[in-house]
C-alpha cells in the first residue's frame, strides 16, 4: 500500500522561506519521476517541479527558477521542496506526486499517487 504525505506548509509574508515535504510508504514499482504540484483556488492543478531519483535530473516551472530547490532523500524516500523568496503567487494547495505512468508529465493524470496536499499561503 503506497502512502505519500506532506508536510510543512504554513503562513509567510512575502520573501519568506518555507521547506515542504514528502514522505512515501510502500513501494511505487512504477516510474522514477515524482514531482510537486500545487493548486490555487478556482484552478487547476498545475505542476511546479519534477525530479527524477534515477539520474538525478530537475525540471522546474519558469515562475520558480532560482527560487525552488527539490532534493530526494532517497533512503528515506522522503522527497523536499525548498522554497525561498516566497511571493503571494506562489500560494496554494501543494501536492507530491509519485507513480509516474509516462506521457505528458504536465498531466495530473500520468500520476497514480498523491499526497494529500499541504497549504501554503503568501501574504
Known amino acids: 500500500h503506497v502512502q505519500l504525505v506532506e508536510s510543512g506548509g504554513g503562513s509567510v509574508k512575502a520573501g519568506g522561506s518555507l521547506r515542504l515535504s514528502c514522505v512515501v510508504s510502500?513501494?511505487?514499482?512504477?516510474?522514477?519521476?515524482m514531482g510537486w504540484f500545487r493548486q490555487a483556488p478556482g484552478k487547476g492543478r498545475d505542476w511546479v517541479v519534477f525530479?527524477?531519483?534515477?539520474?538525478?535530473?530537475?525540471a522546474y516551472t519558469d515562475s520558480v527558477k532560482g527560487r525552488f530547490t527539490v532534493s530526494h532523500d532517497t533512503a528515506k524516500q522522503i522527497l523536499y521542496l525548498q522554497m525561498n523568496d516566497l511571493k503571494v503567487e506562489d500560494s496554494g494547495v501543494y501536492y507530491c506526486?509519485?507513480?509516474?505512468?509516462?506521457?505528458?508529465?504536465?498531466?495530473?493524470?500520468?500520476?497514480?499517487?498523491w499526497g494529500q496536499g499541504t497549504q501554503v499561503t503568501v501574504s
Open positions: 510502500g513501494n511505487i514499482n512504477r516510474g522514477n519521476c
Open positions: 506526486a509519485a507513480g509516474y505512468r509516462g506521457g505528458n508529465r504536465l498531466n495530473p493524470a500520468n500520476f497514480g499517487y
Open positions: 525530479s527524477n531519483k534515477g539520474d538525478g535530473s530537475t
